[in-house]
């Protein structure tokens, strides 16, 4: 079992950058594949980003491509999210999430562990 910690959310203005950490303990993060998810009020929780166990593949939703990066440090059980360019319509609770699938997945059903969120909002 592994607990998840996101942190580092915040007030931004359009344009500006955050980069979100998620902690885990319990167990080492590379048994799992990573992802980043997103809820914004009203609207479903949808998908952000994905690492796969070792780093070699990342996925990405096309509303950050290009914006977004997801890295994870496997020794420090850490994995990130940084966010540029960043948009009003990013507003949103972001979730850590780990999967310990055989393939990653841009699908909630196939995560099996979530951290608590943290709010990001983009002031226009």
């Known amino acids: 079992q592994v607990q998840l910690v996101e942190s580092g959310g915040g007030l931004v203005q359009a344009g500006g950058s955050l980069t979100l950490s998620c902690a885990a303990s319990?167990?080492?993060?590379?048994?799992?594949?990573m992802g980043w998810f997103r809820q914004a009020p009203g609207k479903e929780r949808e998908f952000v980003a994905v690492?796969?166990?070792?780093?070699?593949?990342?996925y990405y939703a096309d509303s950050v491509k290009g914006r977004f990066t997801i890295s994870r440090d496997n020794a420090k059980n850490m994995v990130y999210l940084q966010m540029n360019s960043l948009k009003p319509e990013d507003t949103a609770v972001y979730y850590c999430?780990?999967?310990?699938?055989?393939?990653?997945?841009?699908?909630?059903?196939?995560?099996?562990?979530w951290g608590q969120g943290t709010q990001v909002t983009v002031s226009s």
């Open positions: 319990g167990r080492s993060i590379s048994f799992y594949h």
């Open positions: 690492i796969s166990r070792s780093s070699t593949s990342t």
């Open positions: 999430a780990a999967d310990s699938g055989s393939y990653y997945s841009d699908a909630k059903r196939g995560y099996d562990y």
